[in-house]
């Protein structure tokens, strides 16, 4: 995108579209990032968007940074489970005469309801994509609002939190090339993860899936073999229900390869006696064919990842492509 | 020497030991001053560190660390921005926090390596005790399992003196550590197995290594004692193409019988003696070490210590691998045909003569 740069007059355009399409609460979060006045109404907004890119304080990197996050890959968690039996040429058919037909090909939504919503089914030949959004509620510390109370002979403390709300994304991805699909769910600790499956797998039987309950696919495997094969691994967990091995490597950049006694703990623990394993892993740019340096915690009998930076849809593609190699290695 | 350039002199030292060793290659500023004796705060310490990353010795890392008491971790950059800690799970904003800043340093270089298991390989007219002492050395030095394969082809005596056996038992080899290494992978250890070599084992080593029947077969680094190896043998070619990591030859300053080897086994030369004159190829001299004297106990205890010649080079990064007592091999030829087509000659006659006795013995005693 760095390639394909803005006037100031086109960026303004951007942030009016945006200032039309999104919640008043978004736009305030985008304004206080940004370190630009706020205001109180759309027209304040907009006004301040304008003012803000001609004074440098909102520059096309933070915007397209903050539509990409709109976008919702990275920093958020990943299930892996297994593709639904359906023939993917009959999708198209499925959900045409679905509830949800309105939702095909549909532009991308700025908008965040309350409760989960699906915005957008994307279907080619070769892949399903389905966007759910929610606005979700949390709570940030704010100190300078705190205060003290002295009433009779007794002293309180009151401590301020400012409501924020997040833009949450779920994301349903199924390439029909892969044998397995993702649920992505943002990282909003307020989110019902177990409602998230039954909300998309509601969707998956209207457009013509099977009604089945998600099988995921364990990655205990892909960890034991990522901390032999990759350098990127910083931590690994072994379990069983008897007890654990756990090593780690508490260096900035390098992994438990970079310290030696920590690596040879590792040749000494047998993991195929574990049951379950956990592991920190670092994908490398150079190394995994990453966009970046990029951070996923692999919870491997949950089949769950937390991808823990921000990123590309191709990045995440390639990352569950490594783990999937990894965990089918005997 | 200024007074303000003795505590510079140790903090390179200290970067070289651990760019010697490849450890300790990341560290913060607090952490480096520890190590060299010195205040955090020492602006000059500073100064020595933006230096090095201005030459390119050091890199910096701009990581985080997270601020609840109870967590502290270091947090990498490759999960910047963090909202929650992965570690404690602290959502910062609701604690109303944020990331501590802290820089790392990043010494370009490589990390040390492991030794994951060996194949060891004795010479002729030997029972090569020294490779139940080397194994049950290495056993007790490492204190993680590193499986050494133990090869023995018997007692070779008058074998040596025909290619045709040198063969057969190169193949046998060959074939030995391929089910080593099939082995190895289904046990999740490298593919490629460290090599000790000694003496005529070296030559053995050598048909491996240019059989194409074995070109499937990758090593590790290999380390030739009392080698046989002809000075040119072609080591740079199996470097550059990947079949061997390194190689280093330990050459003895008194070993007689490689001098005499090309004398009387056909294919061979004084490696051991004269050294390697591949460019890639580590010769390291031991002036007082006759053939054998690289396996005696007090020796071979000396060489996978710490700090010692194998033991370095079988776990340390190569490019700061700077052992003592390297030898710059002269150019080598090979002694005139004549020479050797009559002392060869002399070796088959022998041979014919005594191999009857020899297989009677090799059936008696393998």
Redesign the interface.
């Known amino acids: 995108m760095a390639d394909n740069q803005l006037t100031k007059a086109q960026l303004k355009q951007l942030a009016n579209k945006i200032v039309v399409a999104q919640g008043n609460i978004f736009i305030k979060e985008l304004l206080r990032s940004s370190g630009a006045k706020i205001g109180t109404t759309k027209d304040d907004f907009s006004n301040n968007l304008a003012a803000a890119i001609d004074a440098d304080l909102l520059s096309q990197n933070m915007l397209e940074a903050w539509l990409a996050e709109i976008e919702g890959w990275g920093d958020q968690h990943l299930y892996l489970i297994e593709s639904p039996v359906v023939d993917a040429a009959n999708l198209a058919g499925g959900i045409a005469a679905s509830p949800h037909s309105d939702a095909l090909n549909a532009v991308t939504s700025l908008e965040f309801p309350d409760a989960l919503q699906l915005k957008q089914i994307t279907l080619d030949a070769d892949s399903l994509s389905m966007v759910w959004h929610q606005n979700k509620e949390g709570w940030n510390r704010w100190r300078p609002k705190d205060f003290v109370e002295e009433e009779g002979l007794e002293r309180y403390r009151f401590d301020a939190y400012r409501q924020r709300f997040d833009r949450s994304i779920v994301r349903y991805a199924w390439n029909f090339g892969d044998p397995y699909c993702a649920i992505l769910i943002h990282r909003n600790t307020e989110i019902d993860h177990g409602q998230v499956f039954e909300d998309v797998r509601a969707v998956l039987t209207a457009i013509g899936c099977p009604d089945a309950p998600f099988s995921r696919i364990p990655l205990n495997q892909a960890v034991k073999i990522a901390v032999t094969k990759s350098k990127g691994t910083h931590s690994a967990r072994f379990e069983l229900d008897a007890g654990y091995v756990e090593v780690a490597s508490t260096l900035a950049d390098g992994g438990i390869d970079a310290v030696e006694p920590v690596r040879v703990v590792l040749h000494n623990v047998d993991t195929s006696k574990f049951d379950r394993a956990q592991g920190m892993l670092h994908f490398a740019a150079e190394e995994d064919g990453t966009s970046r340096r990029l951070a996923v915690q692999v919870y491997g009998s949950e089949a769950r990842l937390r991808i823990w930076a921000q990123c590309k849809r191709e990045d995440v593609s390639q990352i569950l492509k490594l783990l999937w190699d990894y965990d089918s290695e005997s | 020497m200024n007074p303000s350039e003795a505590p510079e002199r140790g903090w390179k030292a200290e970067i070289a030991r651990r760019l010697e060793q490849?450890?300790g290659?990341?560290f913060t500023l607090a952490q480096f001053a520890q190590a060299v004796g010195t205040a955090a705060e020492d602006e000059a310490l500073r100064e020595f560190l933006n230096q090095a990353i201005e030459s390119g010795t050091l890199k910096k890392?701009e990581?985080f660390r997270c601020p609840m008491p109870e967590c502290k971790?270091?947090?990498?950059?490759?999960?910047?921005?963090?909202?929650?800690c992965?570690y404690c799970l602290t959502?910062y904003?609701?604690?109303?926090?944020e990331v501590i800043t802290?820089t790392?340093y990043?010494l370009a270089g490589e990390?040390?390596r492991?030794i994951?298991w060996m194949i060891v390989v004795h010479g002729m007219n030997s029972r090569a005790k020294w490779q139940e002492e080397f194994s049950w050395q290495i056993a007790n030095r490492?204190?993680?399992?590193a499986p050494v394969l133990i090869y023995k082809y018997g007692w070779a005596t008058i074998d040596v003196l025909v290619c045709w056996l040198h063969r057969k038992l190169a193949k046998r080899l060959g074939e030995r550590m391929r089910i080593a290494i099939a082995q190895a992978e289904a046990s999740?250890r490298p593919p490629r197995p460290d090599i000790i070599a000694h003496s005529f084992g070296t030559h053995l080593l050598s048909m491996v290594l240019t059989d194409p029947d074995f070109e499937d077969l990758k090593f590790g680094r290999v380390i030739t004692a009392g080698s046989v190896i002809r000075p040119d043998f072609d080591w740079d070619s199996l470097i550059e193409n990947g079949r061997v990591e390194a190689v280093l030859n330990h050459v003895g300053g008194k070993d007689k019988p490689v001098q005499i080897a090309q004398f009387a086994i056909p294919g061979t030369g004084p490696g051991g003696r004269v050294g390697y004159t591949a460019k890639k190829t580590i010769n390291v001299c031991a002036p007082t070490f006759k053939h054998s004297d690289f396996f005696l106990t007090e020796n071979l205890r000396t060489q996978i210590a710490d700090g010692g010649l194998w033991h370095n080079f079988l776990t340390h990064p190569l490019e700061h691998f700077t052992p003592e007592g390297r030898l710059v091999p002269a150019s080598w030829k090979r002694a005139p045909l004549v020479i050797r087509s009559a002392t060869r000659g002399l070796g088959y006659a022998l041979f014919a003569v005594f191999a009857p006795f020899s297989w009677l013995r090799r059936r008696l005693d393998p």
């Not at chain 2, 971790?73 to 929650?84: D, I, M, W």
């Not at chain 2, 904003?93 to 926090?97: C, L, S, W």
């Not at chain 2, 490492?142 to 399992?145: G, Q």
């Open positions: 490849g450890d290659l990341e890392i990581a971790k270091v947090l990498s950059p490759a999960g910047a921005p963090y909202s929650t992965p959502d904003r609701e604690e109303g926090v802290e790392f990043q990390t040390s492991d994951r490492l204190r993680y399992s999740r």
